[in-house]
């Protein structure tokens, strides 16, 4: 649902609505490959655990001056009286 976003080294970062350890969604990132390779590597940053950590990113991710990671989810939170699993988060991943 959002796109993905470069860091200075060339590598991608992007999030998943679903999946990930508790289903919730996930913070990824995709590392170039080396000089000579072919293929990109996988790691999920964050896995989220649903309420009120937060459930469903679906925002850009953008970085800070310090590679810091900011976006919103669309569930989760503490909040009420917005359907499923809260309101909604705004979260950040430090390296």
């Given amino acids: 649902m959002a796109g993905v976003i470069f860091n200075s080294k ?8 679903i999946g990930g ?3 919730g969604g996930t913070v990824f990132q995709l ?10 590597s996988y790691t999920v940053f964050y896995s989220f ?3 009120p950590d937060g ?13 810091n990671l ?6 989760g939170g ?3 009286g917005c359907g499923y699993g809260g309101c909604g988060t705004v979260f950040e ?3």
Avoid: C, H
């Fill in 10 to 17: 060339g590598s991608l970062y992007g999030t998943a609505s």
């Fill in 21 to 23: 350890s508790a289903f």
């Fill in 31 to 40: 590392a170039a490959p080396n000089a000579g390779e072919l293929v990109w």
């Fill in 49 to 51: 655990s649903k309420a």
């Fill in 55 to 67: 459930t469903a990113p679906q925002a850009d991710l953008i970085f800070d001056r310090a590679g």
């Fill in 70 to 75: 900011y976006s919103t989810t669309l569930y």
């Fill in 78 to 80: 503490t909040g009420t």
């Fill in 93 to 95: 991943l430090q390296p």
